[in-house]
């Protein structure tokens, strides 16, 4: 039986982030059952107290779980060394029964990040964010993608939004996201023209109101407002910002969701994604190593 998309007050397609991320660990736990219940096992390494990644964490941990995975968290106090932090991702790296690993970001200020990423085989780097596993999303070989990328084309599936011939607008142009979207978008498949947009673009408005979907992940809040938007263009928020204690995402939801056709919620549409393609990863990082 078909499902009727849910639609928000002024009539646009909700992209619904919580439903599709249940389905998608539904579809995994299914498949991992058929195999005879492997023990698939996600990592994550935490350094600090940071309340949110904290928060982030133990929802990856419990998603995990829910999808017949094992799990593993590694937690280290805020004013460990640069060693001690590699000694642990080097401790998982060598751990033959841990299949993904996640360094959950950002690492306290003392810490070199890259060097802390660069002892991530591809194979276990579930978020996708060494240079080697962007170097194959480049290349268009066999790797993780980046997961908030990912989730973004998951919705855009999910709801039949065409990407084929379609102008699309990414607003920023971070590693994590911004240029990993675009790449995804522009491979054979998607075939989208993408226009990458950011703080220099001196006619946001103008360019934003030529495109079919807007992906905005700037982390600026409320910046995408109505007047960026086409009647009945597709708009994902990705950015996330904290206004007077509250979540609000780059989008202004409210205006924009009386013009578009299709909108996420924030919070709701693409973290739960992220987290979805997570365990998609992780998976497929079990496939890589032999184990599934």
């Known amino acids: 039986m078909t499902q009727v998309a849910a639609r928000t007050a002024g009539g646009a397609i909700l992209l619904d982030g919580v439903q599709l991320r249940d389905e998608t660990v539904a579809k995994i736990k299914a498949k991992i059952n058929q195999a005879g219940n492997p023990k698939i096992c996600l990592a994550t390494v935490l350094v600090g107290d940071d309340a949110p990644s904290h928060i982030y964490v133990k929802s990856k941990h419990q998603k995990a779980q829910e999808a017949g995975m094992?799990?593993?968290?590694?937690?280290?106090?805020?004013?460990?060394?640069?060693?001690?932090?590699?000694?642990?991702?080097?401790?998982?790296?060598?751990?033959?029964?841990?299949?993904?690993?996640?360094?959950?970001?950002?690492?306290?200020?003392?810490?070199?990040?890259?060097?802390?990423?660069?002892?991530?085989?591809?194979?276990?780097?579930?978020?996708?964010?060494?240079?080697?596993s962007l170097g194959r999303l480049v290349r268009g070989l066999p790797g993780h993608v980046p997961c908030t990328p990912l989730g973004v084309v998951r919705l855009l599936e999910r709801h039949n939004i065409a990407t084929v011939g379609k102008r699309v607008t990414v607003i920023g142009r971070s590693a994590l996201v911004g240029l990993p979207q675009m790449l995804l978008l522009v491979r054979r498949g998607a075939d989208a023209t993408v226009t990458v947009a950011h703080?220099?673009?001196?006619?946001?408005?103008?360019?934003?109101?030529?495109?079919?979907?807007?992906?905005?992940?700037a982390g600026a809040a409320r910046m995408v407002t109505a007047a960026h938007v086409k009647p009945?263009?597709?708009?994902?928020?990705?950015?996330?910002?904290?206004?007077n204690g509250k979540i609000v995402g780059d989008v202004d939801f409210e205006a924009v969701q009386a013009i578009a056709g299709a909108i996420t919620p924030m919070p709701g549409g693409t973290g739960p994604m992220t987290i979805a393609c997570l365990l998609e990863n992780t998976l497929e990082a079990a496939r890589m190593l032999g184990d599934f």
């Open 199 to 217: 703080k220099s673009t001196t006619d946001m408005i103008e360019v934003c109101r030529a495109s079919d979907i807007i992906i905005a992940a």
């Open 70 to 132: 094992t799990s593993k968290g590694v937690n280290l106090p805020e004013n460990s060394t640069q060693a001690q932090v590699e000694q642990a991702v080097a401790t998982l790296v060598a751990d033959k029964q841990v299949h993904g690993i996640l360094v959950q970001l950002p690492l306290p200020k003392h810490i070199d990040t890259e060097a802390v990423l660069s002892l991530l085989p591809v194979e276990k780097d579930v978020d996708g964010l060494t240079e080697k």
């Open 232 to 243: 009945g263009a597709t708009v994902i928020d990705v950015g996330v910002s904290r206004v």
